[in-house]
């Protein structure tokens, strides 16, 4: 049981506690299929010289053995996944469009709808690059109404295209989530 519980921590996605952590709804497409999806969005705190917060957000995909036979996600899966930069995010606010292209891994979630969990995360220490990127990004959505965008590509065949309506309640709850780990 005890070795049970240690493969399924080792096998979530990045853990926060409550509070730290913001999940909205939204829809995706792969091929012919459409679903909704969940976008987590997280930031937590560096808390002492030994814990390193982080800002990122994650993209779960309900059912995701339903499309094994048109996406791989094997090839994105584990912290060593070696797919390559083939996640392409982009957020859409007041007519100006940020995009941003990275590498992210991901995991076989343990929620009920098993999904699969696409996570594009940056550490607030030690990672100024892809810190500074993930914030350029998801800075607008904490101002108001916005689009957010995640193009999940792969070697061969279609890519699952999600996207997420942030309206205004949505932006202050980013707003007050994610106001720390962008400097705010």
Do not use: K
Not at 64 to 92: K, M, N, S, Y
Request: proline residues 5%; contains cysteine; hydrophobic residues 50%.
């Amino acid at each position: 049981m005890r070795l049970l519980l240690i493969l399924l921590a080792l096998a979530a996605p990045a853990q926060a506690r409550p509070g730290e952590t913001l999940t909205l709804t939204g829809e995706a497409r792969i091929g012919e299929d459409q679903r909704p999806v969940r976008f987590t969005f997280l930031c937590s705190a560096n808390a002492g010289p030994h814990v390193t917060g982080v800002l990122g957000v994650d993209l779960a995909v309900p059912r995701h053995a339903t499309l094994r036979p048109v996406f791989d996600f094997d090839a994105f899966e584990g912290p060593d996944a070696a797919a390559g930069a083939r996640t392409r995010l982009e957020t859409t606010a007041e007519g100006t469009v940020l995009r941003l292209q990275i590498a992210v891994s991901g995991s076989i979630g343990v929620a009920e709808d098993s999904p699969f969990v696409f996570s594009a995360i940056a550490a607030r220490r030690q990672d100024a690059a892809r810190l500074a990127e993930l914030s350029r990004l998801l800075a607008p959505l904490t101002q108001g109404a916005a689009q957010f965008a995640w193009i999940q590509d792969q070697a061969r065949g279609a890519a699952i295209q999600a996207r997420l309506a942030v309206n205004a309640a949505d932006a202050a709850g980013l707003r007050e989530l994610l106001g720390p780990c962008l400097g705010r």
